[in-house]
Structure formats: structure tokens, C-alpha cells
């Protein structure tokens, strides 16, 4: 079993950076690809970002790329999202999720509560 906690959410004005934090007790991140997806309000969840198993591999969403980068820390059990010149758009709920490589949700058995990020205008 993992054990996800989201952090770092919070409220940004359109153009800023926020850093978004996942950090996993139960058994170590290296032996999965971690991700981050998002929900807006009214919206489904959707793919955000994901990172291989050893860290050699990232994948994102045509929204986000070139503006967020994921990373993973093994040695603090931890995954980040580096969000860079966020827009209103960017909204919602974030959500850590470990499992096996892919963008779709059913690649992940396991799932953080999430973490609320805010854009302004």
C-alpha cells in the first residue's frame, strides 16, 4: 500500500508559479510511475503530468507543456509539479496518483486527496 499527500496548493495570479508537492509513506516511489491530474469544477479529471519509474521518462498534457515540469526526489519519497506561467484555466483540484506508466486513470491504483490550486485574473 502507498500513502499519498498532495501539498503546496493555494491561490496564484495568472502569470505566477506554484509548486505543488507528493509525498508517499508505505513503500518507496522508485517502484512506480507517478503522475499528477487535475479536476475543475464541473469538469472531469484529467491528465496532468507523469514521470517513469526511474525517472528517466516524462510525459504532458498538450495544456501544460512547456509550462510544468514534474520531478520526482526518491530520496525524500517525494514528487513535485513545478506549474510556471499558470493561467486562470489552470483551476482546480490536483491529485497525486502511483501506479504504472500511462496517462490514463486506470494506470494508477493509488490516489492523494488532492490539493487546491486557484488562479486569479
Known amino acids: 500500500q502507498v500513502q499519498l499527500v498532495e501539498s503546496g496548493g493555494g491561490l496564484v495570479q495568472a502569470g505566477g508559479s506554484l509548486t505543488l508537492s507528493c509525498t508517499a509513506s508505505g513503500r518507496t516511489i522508485s517502484m512506480y510511475a507517478m503522475s499528477w491530474f487535475r479536476q475543475a469544477a464541473g469538469k472531469e479529471r484529467e491528465f496532468v503530468a507523469a514521470i517513469s519509474w526511474s525517472g528517466a521518462a516524462t510525459s504532458y498534457a498538450d495544456s501544460v507543456k512547456g509550462r510544468f515540469t514534474i520531478s520526482k526526489d526518491t530520496g525524500k519519497n517525494t514528487v513535485n509539479l513545478q506549474m510556471n506561467t499558470v493561467k486562470p484555466g489552470d483551476t482546480a483540484v490536483y491529485y497525486c496518483?502511483?501506479?504504472?506508466?500511462?496517462?490514463?486513470?486506470?494506470?494508477?491504483?493509488?490516489w492523494g486527496q488532492g490539493t487546491q490550486v486557484t488562479v486569479s485574473s
Open positions: 496518483a502511483a501506479g504504472r506508466w500511462g496517462s490514463a486513470e486506470y494506470n494508477y491504483n493509488y
